[in-house]
């Protein structure tokens, strides 16, 4: 049987006090929906359908080739699910979920699909201590009869801990069949999709319960503060699957993986580092407080010091970076290599054990083996228009606040002189010094201060 997931992603989120539409907000560096339509993908979905209404055009930007409904009125969660109808398949599971509802398993959703049927359907529910604000569960002799909303429950329906989550898996033959019957004859004058359980009673057919692992998978959102407690619930999870993994964390609480980090073992994370992309570092890397790595690799050995930013970048075995070191897009780095202090690179390959220490930028260039650049060096690798490259040869030594104009080349072994202003190439082992000569004026009195 297809399975045809329905995301009902139309409110307008008034408590989030925002104008982007609630279910575009980030968990993770991942908006809400986007973590929704990640477990619907995650079950092998055959169609997903999302039910858009306000800010539609900015999910629909956002979710481009995906199947869209417009919800023009927010008259509940049954018309809202009706407005998908057209697009289900007679013979498919309907599989409902809330774009407001991030954290949701495949693993759950695989087994309510399991549950639906043309004589079953799946229902999630969890138990609650403090159940207040939602649908409770009625049950007669174990079985579920009925979900009756806060706003219609009786005192003792109230005291029911067992809750709907909304979620759940109908055969889309039974939906088409239900949702025209539902009436609006309630506290809140909506149109529930909770009535059709009733409606799957009366029609004898079966409903299968299951729960989620935690109450936190179906733990919805409509207010910033619930946002970040998902999150930081999100983020320690992520933080415990790294220990496992064989990484040692400063502080578990104060570390953001907005996307996914493979670690090797006995890896050191200092507190407040932000992981952000694909992230990949190896056995024995030990990276320092406030660092931010986005889709970057670090192989063993290495270190990355203090307030260092990576992006896109790879960085090989033993090598050193930082403090306050910036590694732009491009940037790979043989062994042994070293970027210090306040040194920017930019589609930058440096060999195997060559240095820029301090205070540098470098970018579009290829420089060799045991390098060294001294502070202050600039490749001067735009000209208003174009991009050009400079090449360092093997065992250069660059001196101290130097400019290499590119399109440039250094030769192996050869020398620049420090204060140089570096136009043409310079060959193997020669000596470059580009700068004005000297001059010591005797007798010069310095400006004194007029009365």
Not at 88 to 100: H, K, M, N, P
Not at 282 to 297: A, Q, R, W, Y
Not at 390 to 396: E, K, L, N, Q
Request: some cysteine; hydrophobic content about 35%.
């Amino acid at each position: 049987m297809k399975t045809d997931v329905v995301i009902l992603a139309a409110g307008k989120g008034t408590r989030m006090r925002s104008s982007l539409p609630k279910v575009m907000h980030p968990i993770a560096g991942k908006s809400m929906l986007g973590h929704v339509v990640a477990a619907a993908e995650g079950i092998g979905a055959d169609n997903i359908h999302v039910v858009v209404g306000h800010g539609a055009e900015t999910v629909k930007a956002a979710f481009d080739g995906h199947s869209f409904v417009e919800q023009l009125e927010q008259k509940g969660t049954g018309h809202a699910v009706a407005q998908a109808l057209p697009k289900l398949d007679d013979d498919s599971c309907a599989l409902i979920l809330y774009g407001d509802v991030p954290l949701i398993a495949p693993e759950t959703l695989q087994q309510l699909v399991a549950q639906c049927s043309k004589t079953s359907m799946g229902l999630l529910t969890t138990n609650l201590n403090d159940p207040t604000g939602y649908g409770r569960i009625i049950r007669e002799h174990d079985k579920v009869v009925a979900i009756v909303e806060q706003k219609d429950a009786s005192p003792e329906q109230l005291a029911i801990q067992e809750v709907n989550t909304g979620i759940m898996a109908v055969h889309s033959s039974h939906l088409k069949q239900w949702l025209p019957k539902l009436s609006s004859d309630n506290a809140q004058g909506e149109y529930y999709l909770t009535d059709i359980i009733e409606m799957a009673v009366a029609d004898n057919i079966t409903i299968e319960v299951s729960q989620p692992k935690t109450p936190w998978e179906v733990q919805g959102v409509n207010n910033r503060m619930q946002l970040n407690e998902l999150e930081r619930y999100y983020q320690r999870c992520r933080a415990d699957e790294v220990m496992a993994d064989g990484a040692t964390l400063a502080d578990a609480s104060r570390i953001d993986i907005r996307g996914s980090l493979k670690v090797g073992q006995d890896c050191y994370i200092d507190v407040n580092c932000v992981f952000e992309g694909e992230c990949e570092i190896g056995d024995g890397v030990e990276i320092g407080p406030n660092c931010v790595l986005t889709n970057s690799k670090v192989a063993n050995g290495s270190t990355i010091k203090a307030n260092s930013v990576l992006e896109d970048a790879v960085v090989g075995e033993q090598c050193d970076i930082g403090p306050f070191a910036r590694l732009r897009p491009g940037t790979v780095l043989a062994a042994k290599a070293k970027i210090g202090n306040f040194v920017e690179t930019k589609k930058a390959v440096l060999g195997e054990g060559s240095k820029v220490n301090h205070l540098s930028y470098i970018g579009d260039s290829e420089i060799g083996e045991q390098v060294n650049v001294g502070a202050g060096t600039i490749t001067c690798n735009y000209d208003g228009v174009n991009k050009s490259k400079t090449v360092i040869g093997d065992g250069a030594f660059i001196g101290s606040n130097t400019s290499l104009v590119a399109p440039v080349t250094v030769g192996k072994n050869a020398t620049v002189g420090a204060g140089s202003t570096i136009t043409g190439n310079v060959g193997d082992e020669e000596l470059a010094v580009a700068r004005g000569k000297q001059r010591n004026i005797s007798g010069w009195k310095r400006p004194s201060k007029k009365n």
